[in-house]
């Protein structure tokens, strides 16, 4: 790694928990090379960081261990409570843990919950009555940081303590499989939310401010010009729905969606397209494949680069002059051929005014953006490099 044109290669590597059983992390090798790239182009460490579509905050804690300032920007109320516990976790993780071990030992105490049905069906009766109970007296707590500790830990548990597909990040139950205690669920994840906590609270540099915004990506919450880098990752067009693939938090905790602001999104996207250009290497899909406003996969085609190009935009609004933007991206199989995604993101780029813009094929590896593989039935990964399905690249620009 290099800082202000110096190798520190030997330098501790940065620490990056997992926190929660998230979809999609940067791994530390990913964010490493990206963030060596992104000084080599700018001839500097850059002292403001922006992840644009945060996540867990992988981006932020590594610029955060670099005593980087950053910023984080992140629609999911998934997202922004695990980023909120992450850098502003208990300041006695000890003392958390014996809350949690205390919450988990009460027995039932209320005999009516009020959680959908469907949530009772993932769950079942005994586990929502637990789910309940252990809401009331999180809610008894005073001190918020706490609160948001137990909860994210909560969250973490549901999915082992559901009949939820083994392996699967589709919403699929498996007939054969009955749910199990939620308590031994919620210790095993407090444990390892105590454990991530505690070493990446370690780590990080002092005087390095970090802030969280929950907003939507395509109006960012940032002066203009303030931001040196943009090191992200942003939706890949139907690869996810975060929020589908959380929906036992977003039940449990009665969360709205707010689907019609998700980048990607699959559904629910009306007739339009007046007006509306394909980027290169996507006019073929938009028009032939897809038939244009005719299909739902056309419209939500159309709905993303409407919504990236807003997005782009917002991004050269808050670089500086000459600021990089490093973007990963990746061209999966679609219809059973390839779909050019990095391709047409580097042409939208263009479109919008940067410079020097550039893409790098990633090597295939066991510390890939995403896994090697996915059975489109179950939503199941694969680690078998035979069942490669994606391409990966990282776009690089400046402004």
């Known amino acids: 790694m290099k800082i202000e044109g110096v190798d520190v290669g030997s330098a501790p590597a940065p620490k990056l928990g997992w926190f929660h059983r998230y979809p999609a992390r940067f791994h530390a090798d990913t964010l490493v090379e990206m963030f060596d790239q992104v000084c080599e182009k700018l001839g500097r460490t850059p002292s403001t960081l922006a992840d644009t579509f945060a996540g867990t905050g992988s981006a932020l804690s590594f610029a955060r261990q670099l005593g980087i300032a950053s910023v984080g920007v992140e629609l999911s109320q998934l997202g922004v409570l695990i980023c909120r516990t992450r850098f502003w976790p208990p300041s006695d993780l000890e003392a958390a843990m014996r809350q949690a071990e205390s919450i988990a030992l009460l027995a039932p105490i209320v005999s009516k919950y009020e959680f959908p049905k469907e949530l009772v069906k993932w769950l079942g009766e005994t586990n929502c009555r637990s789910l309940a109970s252990y809401f009331v007296a999180i809610e008894k707590i005073d001190d918020p940081k706490l609160r948001r500790w137990l909860k994210l830990a909560l969250s973490s548990a549901l999915r082992p303590a559901s009949r939820w597909l083994s392996g699967s990040i589709k919403a699929q139950i498996d007939p054969n499989r009955l749910p199990t205690p939620i308590a031994r669920h919620f210790l095993r994840s407090a444990r390892a939310l105590k454990r991530d906590c505690a070493a990446e609270r370690a780590s990080f540099a002092e005087n390095s401010p970090v802030s969280i915004y929950r907003c939507d990506a395509k109006t960012l919450p940032l002066n203009d010009r303030s931001i040196d880098a943009i090191i992200t990752s942003p939706p890949y067009w139907k690869m996810y729905d975060y929020f589908e693939v959380h929906r036992l938090t977003y039940l449990a905790f009665k969360w709205s969606y707010h689907s019609s602001c998700q980048i990607g999104r699959f559904s629910g996207v009306e007739r339009d397209g007046a007006g509306f250009v394909p ?39 808050v670089l500086r002059n000459g600021g990089v933007v490093a973007y990963a991206i990746a061209n999966p199989i679609r219809n059973g051929r390839r779909f050019y995604l990095a391709q047409a993101l580097a042409t939208v780029f263009k479109e919008t005014g940067f410079r020097e813009v550039e893409l790098q094929e990633r090597q295939q590896s066991h510390r890939r953006i995403l896994p090697s593989g996915r059975d489109v039935a179950t939503g199941r990964f694969s680690s078998n490099p035979s069942g490669q399905s994606v391409h990966e690249y990282v776009l690089y620009a400046r402004r």
């Open 279 to 317: 980027p290169r290497y996507m006019k073929d899909w938009y028009s032939r494949e897809f038939r244009k406003e005719q299909t739902g996969d056309g419209r939500s085609l159309r709905a993303y680069w409407y919504s990236m190009r807003l997005h782009v935009a917002e991004a050269k609004r």
